[in-house]
């Protein structure tokens, strides 16, 4: 089964536009939380985090939105560019684990239109 | 360099042959996974190491996999006897220590494909 869901496969957005991309999980032990963004034939980069004391990480272009209660995270991009096409992984781990090891969702593929 | 490197980049493989496949850490990255990802799928953790010392393997598909960290630097994933389902790309990634809050940085992969 599936700990972390990304339930659209796409995203287009004009650029300069806000580009939003959800993620949801099941695992309530999870505490913490990445995005990912992928290119082609290249291995992820990582891009944001939060923790779970938190509920807003912001950086730059780039905030995560963490809602423990209803188990979901978003990333906000704005403004969107076409540098930002890219496939982007969620992904989670739990503090009280042996190790850190991520749960990744499927990924998200945005594109940003000119 | 400064990142996560592997090799070989891309590997190619008769059914049945053994395959080993590089990772060489950030410097000083005390920890080190392997992941594989299928395509059109996220990456799926195999195993981790905290130094030389390997102390999750839990998500090794088979006993046909292999990983080893013998100086607690570069790792080696070995796959025995490939199968066409080992088909994949195989990542590593290293972060700097086993604590919490602690991004995962990750290699460009080794694209596996067994004929």
């Known amino acids: 089964d599936q700990q972390v869901k990304q339930n659209s496969p796409s995203l287009s957005v004009q650029e300069g536009r806000i580009s939003i991309l959800n993620c949801d999980y099941t695992?309530?032990?999870?505490?913490?939380f990445l995005w990912y963004k992928k290119y082609p034939a290249e291995g992820p980069t990582f891009l944001i985090s939060?923790?779970?004391?938190?509920d807003k990480n912001e950086d730059g272009r780039f905030t995560v939105f963490l809602n423990k209660s209803a188990k979901h995270l978003s990333l906000h991009i704005v403004p969107s560019q076409p540098g930002d096409s890219a496939v982007y992984f969620c992904?989670?781990?739990?503090?009280?684990?042996?190790?850190?090891?991520?749960?990744f969702g499927k990924g998200i593929t945005l594109s940003v239109r000119p | 360099g400064a990142g996560v490197s592997q090799s070989p980049r891309y590997k190619v493989a008769k059914r049945g042959q053994d395959v080993a496949l590089r990772c060489d850490p950030i410097s000083g990255h005390v920890s080190l996974f392997w992941y594989q990802q299928a395509l059109g799928q996220g990456p799926e953790f195999l195993t981790y190491?905290?130094?030389?010392?390997?102390?999750?393997k839990s998500g090794l598909p088979s006993d046909r996999f292999f990983a080893e960290r013998p100086e607690g630097s570069v790792s080696t994933l070995k796959i025995q006897r490939t199968q066409q389902e080992d088909s994949a790309v195989y990542l590593c990634?290293?972060?700097?220590?086993?604590?919490?809050?602690?991004?995962?940085?990750f290699g460009d992969g080794t694209r596996l494909s067994i004929l």
């Open positions: 992904a989670a781990s739990a503090a009280a684990g042996a190790n850190s090891k991520l749960t």
């Open positions: 190491f905290q130094n030389e010392a390997q102390l999750d």
């Open positions: 990634a290293s972060s700097l220590t086993r604590g919490t809050n602690q991004p995962q940085h």
């Open positions: 939060i923790s779970s004391i938190k």
């Open positions: 695992n309530s032990m999870f505490d913490y």
